[in-house]
C-alpha cells in the first residue's frame, strides 16, 4: 500500500444536507474551520443546488464566504447545472462537484432529469469550470444498490465514470449511497471502473447504513483506492434516499488508517474539538465509534 490517502471532509454539505433542520450559519462556519484546524486536505463545503429541493444548503455562498479557507486546502462546493455553477463562480469557489447516477430512477429523483440529460447539463458546467479555471470533481450515486431499482451493473458505473472523466472531472468519487455494498462487491465494481479510469483518480464515498462502510473501505483501499469521503461524526444520508444513513465516519477512518501506517495529515485531537463541537450542535452523540471510545477516555 501506499501509504499515504486524501480524506475529503462531506460531513458540512452531505451530513447537514440531510438534518431535519438547518443549521445556523456561523455554527456551519464554525464546524468547517474546526475542520480546517484538524489538517483535513478537503472540506466539501456546500451545495449551489434549488433550495426548495435542499434548504438545509440555501446559505452554501454565505458559509462559503465566511470560512477560514486555508491555502493549500480544498473546499468544493456541489453544483447540478449551469445556474449553480454560475453561483459557484461569483462566490469564488475553487473547485465544484458534479453529482450524476448509475440508476435512472435516482437520477430522475435526485436531479429531476435522466442520466443522458444530466451529462449534457454536466458538458456546459464543465464547459464554465475550464474556462474559470474551477476543479472539477465527479460524484456517481448508486454504485452498489439503488433503493428503486436494487442491483446495479457494475458496467454502468464504469461508462458513467468515463464519462465524467471526459469531461473533465479530476477524481472520480463512487457512492454506496444506501451503504447496501460488502467487500468483495466493493473491490469488483472497483476493478471494473478501474478499467475506464485509473484507481488514483478513484474515491470511495461509502455511506454505512448496514455497517459496511468501514470494510468496504478496506477492500477499496487493497484494490489501490487512496481518496475516502468521510463525514465528522459519521452525519450524513441523502434526502432522495429514503432510509440511507451517514457516511463512514472521518474519525473511524483516521483511527484505521494510523493503525496501517497510512498516512493522512489529520490531528485527531483537533478532529474530536470538531466532534464535540458538532455532536453539540445536533444534540446527538457521534455514531463513530472511535470518536465514541476516544471521547469517553478523554473525559
Ligand atoms: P428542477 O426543479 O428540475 O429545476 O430541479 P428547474 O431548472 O426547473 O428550476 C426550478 C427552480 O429551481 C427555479 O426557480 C430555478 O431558478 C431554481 P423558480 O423559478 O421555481 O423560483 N434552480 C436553482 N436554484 C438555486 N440553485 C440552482 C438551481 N437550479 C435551478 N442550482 C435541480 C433540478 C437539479 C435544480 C434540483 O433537482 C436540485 O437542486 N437537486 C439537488 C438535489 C440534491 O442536492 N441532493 C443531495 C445531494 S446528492 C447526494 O447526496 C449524493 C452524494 O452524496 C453521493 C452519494 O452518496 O451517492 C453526492
Ligand atoms: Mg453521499
Redesign the pocket.
Known amino acids: 500500500m501506499s501509504d499515504r490517502i486524501t480524506i475529503v471532509e ?1 460531513g458540512p ?2 451530513g447537514l ?2 438534518e431535519p433542520t438547518a443549521l445556523p450559519l456561523t455554527t456551519k462556519v464554525a464546524l468547517i474551520d474546526r475542520l480546517t484546524e484538524a489538517g483535513l486536505p478537503a472540506i466539501e463545503a456546500g ?8 434548504p438545509q ?1 440555501a446559505d452554501s455562498a454565505a458559509v462559503f464566504a465566511a470560512i477560514d479557507k486555508r491555502p493549500g486546502v480544498r473546499y468544493p462546493m ?4 449551469a ?3 454560475a ?1 459557484a463562480i461569483t462566490a469564488g469557489v475553487r473547485e465544484v ?1 458534479i ?1 450524476g ?1 448509475a440508476s435512472e430512477t435516482f437520477s430522475q429523483r ?4 435522466s442520466i443522458a440529460e444530466s451529462l449534457s ?1 454536466f458538458t456546459e458546467v464543465a464547459a464554465m469550470a475550464a474556462e474559470a479555471d474551477v476543479r472539477l470533481r465527479g ?5 452498489l444498490g439503488c433503493p428503486y431499482e436494487g442491483a446495479i451493473d457494475p458496467g454502468k458505473v464504469g461508462w458513467v465514470a468515463g464519462e465524467l472523466a471526459a469531461l473533465g472531472c479530476r477524481e472520480i ?1 463512487l ?3 444506501i451503504g447496501v455494498g460488502t467487500p468483495g462487491k466493493a473491490a469488483t465494481l472497483i476493478r471494473h471502473v478501474a478499467e475506464t479510469v485509473p484507481t488514483d483518480r478513484l474515491a470511495a ?1 461509502f ?1 454505512d447504513t448496514y455497517g459496511q462502510a468501514l470494510v468496504n473501505l478496506y477492500a477499496a483501499f487493497e484494490e489501490g483506492v487512496r481518496i475516502v ?1 468521510s463525514s465528522i461524526a459519521g452525519l ?6 429514503k432510509g ?1 444513513s451517514g ?1 463512514v465516519a472521518t474519525e473511524d477512518v483516521v483511527y484505521m488508517a494510523q493503525g496501517l501506517g497510512l498516512e493522512t495529515g489529520v490531528d485527531m485531537d483537533r478532529l474530536l474539538n470538531a466532534t464535540r463541537f458538532v455532536a453539540a450542535a445536533i444534540d446527538r452523540p457521534p455514531v463513530s465509534k472511535a470518536a465514541q471510545a476516544l471521547l469517553a477516555k478523554a473525559d
Open positions: 462531506v454539505r452531505d444536507q440531510n451545495a449551489f443546488v434549488s433550495p426548495k429541493w435542499v444548503m456541489l453544483v447540478p447545472n445556474r449553480g455553477m453561483d462537484a453529482f447516477a435526485n436531479i429531476n432529469c447539463r460524484y456517481i450515486s448508486c454504485v468519487s457512492g454506496d449511497t464515498h455511506h469521503d450524513g444520508g441523502c434526502p432522495y434516499a440511507a457516511n
